[in-house]
């Protein structure tokens, strides 16, 4: 016996892999099609390797084909939902990958992989000192011995949990033996194995316990102590025995297979890494290349980065926590330009010198410009220094003195630098350059120092030039554009226990790490300007998104106050209802649970109420938010529950949280506003997240309440009414729609009149209340399904309403249908302002893939417009409060509504101004209106 063998569910893997990267959108940077499965399965899969310290491996998966157990049970798997259509091509693709590399891979038709799984184990028992299997399946705990064990998936993506003989004792009450009889009992909703209808987990396990087995349950059925037990046992006698066939697993399948048929291949073979870059999955590339020890970079002095220091840099260097996992798309150069290999970065040490430097610069030249602080929030930071490069591969560093250091002795003060640095920085007609330049603005706004000049922000320039894309941070950018791997923040300061402050390093360490990113950002400057200086950027870039971070800025800094209390009084009235929620559940359930335990609420959902289940996961049938919205109606718990967790995410995000954000120099609160999150141009904003607070429900209007004006002030909101429609009928020419908007008609009765065939006048509420679902739904490019869902009517009655739609406006269709087929032609939709999202997708030959490409070709000229619109609107009046000296102040933007606070001295002539700047930002088809009010609270305002 020798070696250690790895068995993975091939499947098992990739699903989960799936379900782990859902949410992040990955692309494959060739292709442009769906990859978040293949990049999860291979990350997931190196990592095992590296923590597992395997020398054999094989990959088994299903057919895809009618299985064996079918000649035994029809129904076996039928209710199985179907692949997702995007996960199918990867899966084809994980095979194909597999095979180039040389993985051992084992697919038979008929055969199931546990099957395969139990063989191996079986062929190979005595040859390993031990084998590992990588499944979630409960069938295979039978084939457990003391040399083989499971890793069971348990949190996140790369946590696993030891299944073996002595667990299944621990956790079940049961031996290995007995697992099939177990199953028997228990049944497998997943993979429809019927059981026992009603024996649950623990009831089968004492029923296992007691008896020892099937055979001796039946021949003793009147020792069951439970009548209604022994109902259930004899209903379903016949299912019992034909469960535990079909739960068995098979171990003596002909396997024409030799152990060192199953050789781990070695995968860190230069070019078995390079096949991961050239079919396009660039940081599965980078990864392995730095597990293999193969440098990818040119430059000497570079140190390899981990995939983990582009989700936690400091916020100075990265707009975004998710990196794209698969590379560039349109917009980066074909080679990266090589950065400068020698490089002069000085750490300044003494206030004579940093005026002998300064004095040397030259400010007809730009200079980027970054700040070392203490905090990822501007408002909260201290400032340790500043970096400047004007001349690629030169840059400085002055180190500024903190009470808590260790070497501040050694160091100038903050204050006596800024004066030095001070005139240049606030040199209006010195150029200056930054990556998320906004953070340093209001960093040293805090110090007293207007930062002035700012026309370039290389995080802006990237965003533009790939809006679909998370990849503007420094680190990501370095790579992409100047083929040079950073100095990460991790490397410096350290991780876990060993993490410093960043004012206890050495400073010359830091002042190499300062001096790097001062100049990187240059050098990225130098790569992206000329693209800037394109026509379908030029105008987008320097007219819009520079102007409107400045304006972001200072409504940051403004901030808006809050009233604490009133959050603390309102957090305890959720409580209050959660509590209540959940004494109505326990009623339902028959008994008390911990309602926030996944595992125990699906024993109550799926064994005890025996609702239907559907979304299957690594533990289990899900439970999630969409599950639990799909089963209402079925059980009046459902309603309890979906309750309970608004209520509980609410206090979690809000009221809980709200006043813990407040700024204890200010007051106030200081949302932080994103310009490069959203593809369509939408401004997000974060800590505290203020574009998700409910806009529909009482729990809306409750938490504006809390937002409140400072003393003396009142509250204004001023919000762009039906706008996404009214753009719609700009571009569609529908002029029907352009009728009803240039007449002043009710828009959404024109609509209820033409999908229920009645006169205007003859529109009830609820039929307008279901055309305004209809209006708002059309332009997102609905399905009769989605609609149905929206609506909660039939499909047909979906189908119908769209297609009454389309007849009444009828440019509305042919709009959709032209922005589909300029996608097609160019790759790519834009806003009337030519801000453009490339959809590759639109080309897809899965259905599902490309169906929701052509959704997104219908909605982003809209949604893209409408943000433009609001961008524009926030810069002028922005202007305006400057010029003529307002005491008002713009202090957020949720969407399509801009908040103010204002003097009432100025109440007229502000609203005035304002609402003219939002109706004028954009000239369209049919009149801009906006509308809105005062209050002394957001919500009075509202």
Not at 554 to 572: P, T
């Given at each position: ?29 060739k ?31 299903d ?18 939902k179907?692949?997702?259509?995007d ?40 040859d ?58 228990l ?36 020792k ?9 046992l ?18 003596n ?19 078995k ?26 430059d000497?002095d ?17 707009s975004?926590?998710?990196a ?47 700040t ?36 501040s002795?050694?160091l ?34 805090n110090y ?21 894309e998370?990849?503007?941070n ?16 991790e ?10 402050n ?5 400073p ?14 240059l ?57 209540e ?23 109550v ?13 690594q ?18 718990i ?26 204890p ?20 904003s974060?800590?505290p997240?203020?574009q998700?607070i409910?806009?529909?429900d ?9 937002f ?20 719609m ?8 729609m ?8 009710d ?14 006048d ?18 997102y ?5 989605g609609?149905?869902n ?8 979906a ?19 032209e922005?589909?087929e ?40 809209i ?31 949720v ?48």
């Amino acid at each position: 016996m020798s070696g250690r063998l790895l068995i993975i569910d091939g499947h098992a893997l990739a699903f989960r892999a799936y379900f782990a990267f859902a949410a992040s959108n990955l692309t494959n940077s060739k292709t442009g099609l769906p990859s978040g499965a293949i990049f999860g399965f291979w990350r997931m899969l190196f990592k095992l390797l590296q923590d597992e310290h395997v020398t054999h491996i094989a990959f088994t998966f299903d057919p895809g084909t009618r299985l064996e157990r079918n000649d035994l049970y029809e129904e076996y798997k039928a209710h199985r939902k179907p692949m997702p259509e995007d996960l199918k091509p990867q899966i084809q693709k994980i095979y194909e990958m597999l095979q180039a590399l040389e993985f051992p891979m084992y697919k038979i038709n008929g055969i199931e992989a546990d099957d395969i799984i139990g063989s191996l184990c079986k062929k190979f028992g005595k040859d390993f000192e031990e084998i590992v299997i990588l499944s979630s399946d409960k069938d295979l705990y039978q084939v457990l011995d003391k040399n083989i064990h499971m890793l069971r998936g348990k949190r996140g993506v790369s946590e696993f949990e030891k299944i073996d003989p002595k667990w299944v004792k621990t956790n079940i009450g049961i031996t290995k033996e007995q697992v099939t009889d177990y199953m028997a009992l228990l049944g497998d909703a997943s993979d429809n194995i019927p059981g026992v209808k009603g024996i649950g987990e623990k009831g089968a396990a004492k029923l296992i316990q007691e008896f020892g087995d099937l055979e001796t349950i039946y021949k003793k059925i009147d020792k069951v102590k439970n009548k209604s037990l022994i109902d259930k046992l004899i209903a379903d006698k016949e299912n019992a025995f034909l469960s535990r066939k079909l739960a068995t697993i098979v171990t003596n399948l002909k396997l024409d297979i030799k152990k060192s048929d199953l050789k781990l291949p070695n995968y860190y073979d230069p070019k078995k890494v390079q096949y991961f870059k050239d079919e396009g999955y660039n940081v599965l590339h980078r990864d392995l290349a730095k597990q293999a020890g193969i440098p990818i970079v040119s430059d000497g002095d570079a140190k390899e980065e981990s995939e983990t220091s582009k989700k936690t840099t400091k916020g100075k260097k990265e707009s975004n926590t998710e990196a794209s996992a698969d590379g560039s798309k349109k917009g980066k150069t074909d080679a990266a330009t090589s950065v400068v290999a020698k490089k002069s970065y000085k750490r300044i040490q003494s206030i004579d010198e940093l005026k002998k430097i300064v004095s040397k610069l030259n400010s007809k030249k730009p200079i980027s410009i970054d700040t070392e602080t203490t905090s990822q929030d501007p408002m909260m930071a201290e400032l340790l220094g500043i970096s400047f490069s004007e001349e690629p591969g030169v840059a400085y560093y002055i180190a500024f003195s903190h009470s808590e250091s260790i070497y501040s002795h050694l160091l100038p003060s903050a204050e006596e630098s800024l004066k030095i640095l001070k005139p240049m920085l606030e040199d209006s007609n010195w150029k200056k350059i930054g990556q998320n330049i906004k953070y340093d603005l209001l960093v040293l706004k805090n110090y007293g120092i207007e930062l002035k000049g700012i026309y370039f922000d290389t995080m802006l320039a990237s965003y533009l030039l790939n809006p679909g894309e998370r990849r503007h941070n420094m680190d990501d950018m370095a790579v992409d554009y100047l083929n040079y791997k950073t100095i990460t923040y991790e490397e410096l300061v350290g991780t876990g226990k060993k993490k410093q402050n960043l004012y206890d390093i050495d400073p010359d360490k830091v002042s190499e790490y300062a001096c790097e990113d001062a100049d990187i950002t240059l050098q990225l400057h130098n790569v992206l300007s000329p693209k800037m200086d394109e026509n379908i950027h030029k105008k987008l870039f320097y007219e819009m998104e520079m102007p409107v971070l400045l304006t972001l800025a200072d409504m940051e800094f403004e901030g808006i106050a809050v009233d604490k209390s009133y959050f603390e009084s309102l957090s305890g009235t959720f409580d209050t209802k959660i509590k209540e929620h959940e004494k109505n559940i326990h009623f339902y359930a028959g008994r008390q649970f911990n309602v926030n335990s996944t595992k125990e609420l699906q024993t109550v959902l799926f064994e005890d109420l025996r609702l239907p289940a559907e979304k299957k996961t690594q533990t289990g049938y899900s439970t999630d938010h969409s599950v639990l919205e799909s089963l209402q109606g079925t059980h009046p718990i459902i309603d309890d529950l979906l309750s309970i967790r608004k209520f509980s995410k609410l206090k979690s995000t809000y009221t809980d949280t709200l006043p813990l954000l407040v700024n204890p120099k200010t007051k106030r609160i200081h949302t932080s506003y994103n310009q490069t999150i959203a593809a369509t141009g939408r401004l997000s904003s974060t800590n505290p997240n203020l574009q998700n607070i409910p806009i529909k429900d009482e729990e809306g209007r409750l938490l504006r309440k809390g937002f409140i004006a400072k003393k003396g002030y009142e509250i204004l909101s001023l919000d762009y009414s039906q706008i996404e429609l009214r753009i719609m009928a700009h571009f569609s020419n529908d002029p029907n729609m352009i009728d009803a908007y240039n007449s002043g008609a009710d828009i959404h009765k024109r609509t209820a009149a033409g999908i229920f065939g009645v006169p205007e006048d003859q529109v009830t509420p609820d039929m307008r209340n279901k055309a305004k679902v209809v209006n708002f739904s059309v332009i997102y490019g609905v399905t009769s399904f989605g609609l149905s869902n929206n609506l909660r009517i039939s499909r047909k009655e979906a189908k119908e309403f769209i297609e009454k739609y389309f007849a009444a406006y009828k440019g509305v269709a042919t709009y959709m249908e032209e922005i589909v087929e300029f996608c097609k032609q160019n790759g790519y939709v834009e806003t009337l302002l030519g801000r453009r999202r490339y959809l590759p997708d639109i080309h897809s030959s899965h259905k599902m893939v490309s169906e929701g490409a052509k959704r997104v070709a219908i909605n982003s000229p809209i949604q893209g417009t409408s943000a433009d619109m609001i961008k524009i609107a926030m810069i002028q009046i922005h202007e305006k409060i400057k010029k003529e000296s307002f005491r008002s102040k713009l202090l957020l933007q949720v969407h399509d509504e801009l908040v103010f606070e204002v003097d009432p001295k100025e109440k007229k002539e502000f609203f005035q101004m304002a609402k003219e700047e939002m109706e004028s930002a954009m000239k369209l088809k049919v009149p801009i209106v906006v509308q809105g009010k005062f209050g002394g609270n957001w919500d009075e305002a509202h």
